[in-house]
């Protein structure tokens, strides 16, 4: 069964009376634990096919299932519901609340579970332990570098053991060494957690380590590159750095649902 | 609002306090006409008197009563009083002085002094106005010519003893008091044409009036008991006339909050609209985003209260020690000191309405805020 399949789907926008067609019959499918990079120049359709993958828009035409949920066809609610459950998204500019420390960002996702407040907190700080944000616990966004408020969405994503993660452009505001880290800490949990990620990027270095490869172009899909890695065999050219601190928590995350949702 | 409220309830105090101290007291007993089942008054002179009888069970009851402070029974009649060559109508009341005294409290002498007791001719105190149109001073001889209750006409010469000012002008132009005795002798009545009643703790007026009325319902003369809200209904129309002002400056208060504090989270909103798309991302509920917003809401509505109940209370307190000076009432001579009382459930109301208020303010930005998809809102980004 696959992850994530994406068919003849469209999505289209009037802006000032004129329509424009963002997505335009995009299809595709992506197996369990695949890391698929969606690259194309700005205005490609990237960012509003990762909002139609995520449940967080609708499709003008076509289906998102996402194992087996049909997420375009979900109410507003129940998607609100099943991105709660099953859906980590990165986001470009780190977006993260301005008036909470870091690690009341990551505890976020963690109001909605029927967890206790001890369990909270102990997977808040593991995962800020492993991506060495424990220092910085407690400083708000505007007290963190770029790379820090992105390794702080990045544990927002996380902690709630997403089946799918989507990332929309997450090194765009790195330096390149920092966007290592945040690219090898991605790697590793799909690596090591069979959790599917689909990322937007301009970035060489990001597209580098996926899987698979789908170049949009004008909201279609213009190549699709399969590279037919198994999607988290370890292989020295690709696994994290071992001296990565970013790296070695990753082990230590809850693991993902161990079936796909059945929504319909 | 707390300072409004404040002032409104001083001017209802004072007000009942200047019907009670001027004369009418927290209750008075007085003859009828008619009882309550229509038929006609139990004995001879129930049609303005009370008789000795009930005169006599008012006592009886009254003695027993730790709440009441003074009793001053009443007889009223009308007549000439002649100074010279004036002769004007007055209304006269025979007053027993020591009582009365405290039940006029607030009426003021403005020449001469109250009854003593042992004065060698009848005393009168004559109403400012009165007086004036008398041209009599205190030490002044008048004469009060009337008719007595047996028909005849009947006249005493009095000295004027002091000249008064109840604070109400049409009662200062035709009000003559004297001594009980006077007036007894001048009516040639025995009983009175009504008692008045104050008491030291007026939540007590109620069990008094139950006592009275029971002890009443026994007596061969009809008798009332009213209280003094009863015999003035010109404080309840004041006070429903106030108060219907007071409602209307919290409504337009409450308008100009709600306007305030939607301004204040519409802007709140407009400014968050990414941080909201981020949450509903995340898996957040339009229900759950709506809360946070409201009790946003309810948080600047509680400090906001808090602020302006305590700035409230200073300024009753502050405005409380330096007085306000107020211009004589309409049909009154003087003008009074002002004060404004901390009215504990008009501070309880504001703080309620503020935090009503901010909700409802809150509730039209907040629900604008989870309309549309979340891409959109994270678009603002």
Not at chain 1, 140 to 154: A, D, H, T
Not at chain 2, 50 to 58: F, I, P, R, Y
Not at chain 2, 186 to 201: P, Q
Not at chain 2, 230 to 259: D, G
Request: charged fraction near 20%; glycine fraction near 8%; include cysteine.
């Amino acid at each position: 069964m696959s992850a994530i399949v994406a068919l003849d789907l469209r999505k289209q926008f009037t802006v000032a009376g004129r329509t424009i067609h963002a997505v335009r019959g995009v299809s595709f499918a992506l197996a369990p634990g695949a890391l698929c990079a969606i690259v194309g120049p700005s205005g490609s359709g990237k960012s509003t096919l990762l909002t139609l993958l995520g449940g967080l828009d609708v499709p003008t035409a076509g289906e998102v299932w996402i194992g087996t949920a049909n997420v375009g066809r979900m109410s507003a609610g129940r998607r609100t519901r099943f991105r709660a459950a099953n859906v980590g998204f990165v986001f470009q500019a780190h977006n993260l609340v301005p008036v909470l420390t870091a690690a009341e960002n990551v505890a976020l996702p963690l109001a909605l579970l029927p967890l206790s407040a001890r369990e909270r907190a102990r997977r808040v700080g593991a995962l800020l332990d492993d991506l060495g944000l424990h220092e910085l616990a407690h400083h708000r966004p505007g007290e963190l570098s770029g790379g820090q408020q992105q390794r702080v969405g990045l544990a927002r994503a996380l902690v709630t053991a997403p089946a799918i993660v989507l990332a929309d452009e997450p090194t765009a505001h790195l330096d390149s060494r920092t966007a290592r880290d945040v690219v090898d800490v991605m790697r590793a949990m799909n690596r090591r957690r069979a959790t599917t990620i689909v990322l937007a990027t301009h970035d060489p270095a990001v597209d580098a380590v996926a899987d698979e490869q789908i170049a949009l172009c004008d909201g279609v899909v213009a190549r699709r590159d399969e590279r037919r890695r198994e999607p988290w065999a370890s292989s020295s050219s690709d696994s994290p750095s071992a001296t990565s601190s970013v790296t070695r928590g990753v082990a230590s995350l809850p693991l993902p649902p161990s079936h796909w949702p059945s929504y319909s | 609002m707390t300072v409004a409220a404040g002032f409104l309830d001083f001017t209802f105090w004072g007000l009942r306090q200047s019907i009670v101290y001027a004369g009418v007291g927290h209750l008075q007993v007085l003859p009828i006409d008619d009882d309550t089942d229509g038929n006609r008054a139990r004995g001879p002179a129930a049609h303005d008197r009370l008789g000795s009888d009930v005169t006599d069970a008012v006592r009886a009851v009254l003695d027993a009563q730790p709440a009441v402070e003074a009793v001053a029974p009443r007889l009223e009649f009308q007549g000439l009083v002649s100074a010279g060559p004036r002769t004007l109508a007055f209304a006269g009341i025979g007053v027993d002085p020591a009582p009365e005294s405290h039940l006029r409290s607030l009426v003021l002498l403005t020449a001469g002094e109250w009854f003593t007791g042992a004065e060698r001719m009848p005393h009168a105190l004559v109403g400012s106005g009165l007086a004036r149109r008398l041209g009599v001073q205190p030490r002044d001889v008048v004469s009060l010519i009337t008719y007595s209750d047996r028909g005849r006409m009947t006249a005493a010469d009095v000295q004027v003893g002091g000249i008064f000012e109840s604070g109400v002008v049409e009662y200062d132009v035709r009000t003559v008091l004297v001594p009980l005795p006077t007036a007894r002798d001048l009516t040639e009545a025995s009983g009175a044409s009504g008692i008045a009643v104050a008491l030291r703790d007026p939540a007590a007026s109620n069990d008094v009036i139950r006592a009275l009325r029971r002890r009443l319902a026994d007596t061969p003369t009809a008798a009332r008991v009213a209280r003094w809200d009863e015999l003035s209904p010109v404080y309840a129309s004041i006070v429903r006339l106030y108060q219907w002002i007071l409602r209307t400056f919290v409504a337009i208060v409450t308008v100009v909050v709600v306007l305030g504090v939607a301004n204040t989270m519409s802007m709140a909103v407009f400014e968050r609209v990414a941080e909201v798309g981020v949450l509903r991302a995340l898996g957040f509920g339009p229900g759950r985003i709506v809360t946070v917003f409201l009790l946003e809401a309810a948080t600047i509505g509680l400090a906001g209260s808090a602020v302006g109940v305590a700035s409230g209370i200073a300024a009753c307190l502050a405005i409380s020690a330096l007085g306000i000076e107020m211009p004589p009432p309409p049909g009154h001579t003087h003008g009074y000191v002002a004060a404004v009382h901390v009215v504990p459930r008009a501070i309880v109301i504001a703080a309620v309405i503020a935090v009503g208020a901010a909700i409802l303010a809150a509730l039209g930005p907040s629900l604008r805020s989870i309309r549309g998809e979340v891409s959109d809102a994270l678009r603002a980004t």
